[in-house]
């Protein structure tokens, strides 16, 4: 992959994703947009891939180790002009088509925030399934004390998150929330010192991967849409869904594997 913005490698069956413009705090351009649906593209074709860490980068500056996430987007990009109405609006849609494809993504997502999440980082955040963040970065939505507003499902998310009053009260205010913070309202899922806080998260991402990866699939397809639905769709739905997995041979592994009292190695099918 020819990859300009972002860093991607796997350690055994977990992709990692690491925004990759420190000078810039991560701040997102156009570039960072096409880089991970790239990513995506490969990661959904790929089997031996069963999760994915999306994080960010830490660099050196004045002797001290510095972190970012993505502090939103590039703000000098947008304040040079030169955007027509039409590209505004295609640059809008780029982001929004990148943070649906992260919330559709067939496997669980991990953000994990490592410093500093703004705007587009916040967005690409919340379309994760699971937000853990160090317990010293930070969260907030900073858009009504620019002129500007929330994109990429924000509206949607915050309130299923963490309730309709706290949500507007996050959005109205741009109040920043530490890593702590963010865990005390239910925004994320775990804080960790900064330097826990990779291990912990791999070692949660490294137990997800060994799930069976169609029964998980299923999980998050159905979990997601459940909201939105009656009980009769939804028992429809689980129903077709258990049918679908006891046809896979991962079904039958794992019946044999709590027969025999070992751990069951899922392939996928």
Same mark, same amino acid.
Request: charge should be neutral; aromatic fraction near 8%.
């Given at each position: ?5 972002? &860093? !991607?490698?796997?350690?055994e069956q977990?992709?990692? &994703?690491?925004?990759n /413009?420190?000078? /810039?705090?991560?701040?997102?351009i156009?570039q960072? !947009?096409l880089?991970?649906?790239?990513i995506?593209?490969?990661v ?5 891939v069963?999760?994915?860490i $999306?994080?960010?980068t830490?660099?050196q @500056? ?22 027509s ?5 295609e ?9 649906? @494809?992260l919330h ?9 925030v490592?410093?500093?999440? /703004?705007g ?17 970065a930070? $969260?907030?939505?900073?858009?009504? +004390? ?6 990429? +499902? &924000?509206?949607?998310h $915050?309130?299923?998150l ?6 507007? !009260? ?6 920043v929330?530490?890593?702590?913070q963010?865990?005390?309202? +239910? %925004? ?11 291990q ?6 490294? *137990? ?11 999980a998050?397809d159905? %979990?997601?849409?459940?909201?939105? *639905? ?5 028992l ?5 869904a258990?049918?679908?997995c006891m046809?896979?041979a991962?079904w039958?592994e794992?019946i044999?594997?709590?027969a025999?009292? /070992?751990?069951?190695?899922f392939?996928?099918?």
């Amino acid at each position: 992959m020819n990859l300009e913005t972002v &860093v !991607y490698e796997t350690d055994e069956q977990v992709g990692i &994703v690491r925004l990759n /413009r420190p000078a /810039r705090m991560n701040a997102v351009i156009e570039q960072m !947009y096409l880089d991970l649906q790239t990513i995506m593209d490969e990661v959904a074709k790929d089997p031996n891939v069963r999760v994915l860490i $999306l994080t960010g980068t830490s660099w050196q @500056r004045d002797q001290k180790t510095k972190q970012a996430f993505c502090a939103g987007a590039d703000l000098k990009e947008h304040a040079a002009g030169s955007r027509s109405a039409w590209q505004k609006r295609e640059y809008i849609m780029l982001a929004h088509e990148t943070t649906r @494809r992260l919330h559709d993504l067939k496997m669980p997502v991990i953000a994990v925030v490592n410093g500093p999440a /703004r705007g587009a980082g916040t967005e690409m955040a919340l379309n994760c399934d699971f937000l853990f963040m160090a317990d010293e970065a930070s $969260l907030a939505f900073s858009e009504t +004390g620019l002129g500007t507003f929330v994109g990429g +499902g &924000v509206t949607r998310h $915050l309130s299923r998150l963490i309730g309709m009053q706290l949500a507007k !009260y996050l959005v109205y205010s741009g109040e920043v929330l530490s890593g702590k913070q963010a865990v005390a309202v +239910g %925004l994320a899922l775990r804080s960790f010192p900064i330097d826990q806080l990779f291990q912990e998260s791999m070692s949660f991402a490294r *137990r997800l991967s060994k799930r069976a990866p169609v029964s998980m699939a299923f999980a998050k397809d159905l %979990l997601q849409a459940a909201p939105g *639905r009656d009980l009769r769709t939804v028992l429809l739905a689980e129903a077709e869904a258990i049918l679908a997995c006891m046809n896979t041979a991962d079904w039958h592994e794992g019946i044999a594997s709590f027969a025999e009292k /070992r751990e069951p190695v899922f392939e996928g099918k």
